[in-house]
T-cell receptor, first 113, second 111 residues
């Protein structure tokens, strides 16, 4: 079963605009991670936010986590055509520390030059 | 260069055949994972291994088998019991509880 649900499923913006993607989950988590996937390629880790953190930044990326609402958002500022990809959230399950992740179905982002 | 590799990049299987997908890492990670990705979908966990000579079933293990005889290697066999094996297969590794590093994937097609 999919724990993470991304919203929207697809997003199209102009270069220079900001892109916001949301992720909701159902059960308690140790951490939440965001990954990027270019078409036909493997996933690349972007950022990890732990359950006791509320916000984290990495370059043009900003991730927030609201554990009371079981939701997270990924903001990409000043988007570039090279940001065109699919973005997935993944949650590390709350019990134990097996490293197992549950992935959402992803948001497909298109940045038009 | 440290990293995780998968081979082959493309694989074709006939009905009734078993095929093995290779995954190797030189990151000294204890944990390794196999995922399946169908078009337009997220990743689903097939098997994972937290340590050499030990592995556990994920959410969709039926029709698949794995081994973990070496820390660096975690091959996945897609058996004839897997009725719908056409998919993109991704291998990953990690240190416990942290980010996962992914290989480039193997695209398996049943003829």
């Amino acid at each position: 079963s999919q724990q993470g649900e991304e919203d929207p499923q697809a997003l199209s913006i102009q270069e220079g605009e900001n892109a916001t993607m949301n992720c909701s989950y159902k059960t308690s988590i140790n951490n939440l991670q965001w990954y990027r996937q270019n078409s036909g390629r493997g996933l690349v880790h972007l950022i990890l936010i732990r359950s006791n953190e509320r916000e984290k930044h990495s370059g043009r990326l900003r991730v927030t986590l609201d554990t009371s609402k079981k939701s997270s958002s990924l903001l990409i500022t000043a988007s570039r055509a090279a940001d065109t990809a699919s973005y997935f959230c993944a949650t590390a399950r709350g019990s134990g520390n097996t490293g197992k992740l549950i992935f959402g179905q992803g948001t497909t982002l298109q940045v038009k030059p | 260069d440290g990293g995780i590799t998968q081979s082959p990049k493309y694989l074709f299987r006939k009905e009734g055949q078993n095929v093995t997908l290779s995954c190797e890492q030189n990151l000294n990670h204890d944990a390794m994972y196999w995922y399946r990705q169908d078009p337009g979908q997220g990743l689903r966990l097939i098997y994972y291994s937290q340590i050499v000579n030990d592995f556990q079933k994920g959410d969709i293990a039926e029709g698949y088998s794995v081994s973990r005889e070496k820390k660096e290697s975690f091959p996945l066999t897609v058996t004839s019991a897997q009725k719908n094996p056409t998919a993109f297969y991704l291998c990953a590794s990690s240190t416990q509880g942290n980010e996962q590093f992914f290989g480039p994937g193997t695209r398996l097609t049943v003829l």
